[in-house]
């Protein structure tokens, strides 16, 4: 009777225990992982992974302080990735964001609280990288100086139905890096401008340069204050006379080389046209001979 109810009382507990391992299997939903921030002159973008088998995930965001929030557009989402430029709208506020990971929409589940990886505190204004800004070149008519027009990175961000550029949102917190040098030289030379038109002077006269240009903001951390360079450009290659290319001593050498071969083929020709004249002048003094009387 003891071994009955023994084997009753185990056969219930396993059962008990496996629908507590199946309930809890049900209920698992893995945390997301590499959570970070992709943001470029204000289009800021949360990503993560991986991409989810049976849940999806919520991105609750807020000013530090501040209620949390959502976005209709990631909630119960199986995509990696929640672009919230649109909702971080005072960008020199700090923000937070969680990735929550829950059932699939539809689905019910008796957890509480559901698992969560929380990214690093954001601020735009501090945090979104600069991209490369574009210029032109302009070189002034007594060619010593030339002149940068830089273009201000667009934003997404809009303001009166217009783009904001980042000058429009760093205002005078915003400058440009500007490095340069010869064309094939390796020394380079480095200034700073508040403006978008830098201008280059005590150039040397019909020197070809190159420019590097990338924006430089003096109030970030160190690590943060300069934004990507742009490709190098270069000033236009200038056409020059041979005089204006090359020394007088080399254009005087080369001429007096050029002499040299010319009066040597002229001798050349001579000396053949001599040779070749004895010669026929032989052969016909021969037949002349074979053809007399005796």
Not at 20 to 46: H, R
Not at 97 to 122: H, K, Y
Not at 162 to 172: A, V
Request: aromatic share 10%; hydrophobic share 35%; net charge negative.
């Amino acid at each position: 009777m003891m071994d009955v109810r023994t084997s009753v009382h185990f056969g219930v507990s396993l059962l008990s225990v496996l629908f507590t391992i199946g309930a809890s299997g049900e209920d698992y939903f893995p945390e997301a992982q590499n959570v970070k921030w992709v943001s470029n002159n204000f289009k800021t973008i949360l990503t993560w992974g991986p991409e989810p088998t049976n849940y999806t995930y919520t991105v609750e965001f807020s000013e530090v302080g501040k209620d949390r929030r959502r976005t209709p557009y990631c909630i119960r989402s199986s995509g990696t990735e929640c672009d919230l430029t649109n909702e971080l709208r005072n960008l020199e506020e700090t923000y937070s964001a969680d990735v929550l990971s829950e059932p699939l929409p539809g689905v019910n589940s008796d957890l509480v609280e559901f698992p969560f990886t929380r990214a690093e505190r954001f601020c735009p204004y501090k945090d979104t990288q600069i991209g490369a800004p574009r210029f032109n070149i302009k070189q002034s008519e007594d060619k010593t100086k030339m002149t940068l027009h830089i273009q201000d990175p667009l934003t997404p961000i809009y303001k009166d139905d217009q783009l904001l550029t980042i000058r429009d949102i760093f205002k005078n917190d915003l400058k440009y890096n500007v490095v340069y040098n010869k064309a094939g030289s390796t020394g380079k030379k480095e200034t700073m401008s508040d403006l978008r038109d830098v201008e280059l002077t005590n150039l040397d006269k019909g020197e070809r340069y190159c420019f590097m240009v990338a924006a430089y903001i003096p109030s970030r951390s160190v690590e943060k204050r300069l934004g990507d360079w742009s490709k190098p450009q270069c000033s236009p290659r200038e056409s020059k006379t041979i005089f204006e290319e090359f020394p007088f001593g080399v254009i005087a050498g080369a001429i007096g080389i050029m002499l040299v071969m010319l009066i040597i083929l002229i001798t050349l020709t001579v000396v053949c046209c001599k040779r070749l004249c004895c010669k026929n002048n032989t052969t016909v003094d021969k037949e002349n001979l074979q053809l007399s009387p005796v």
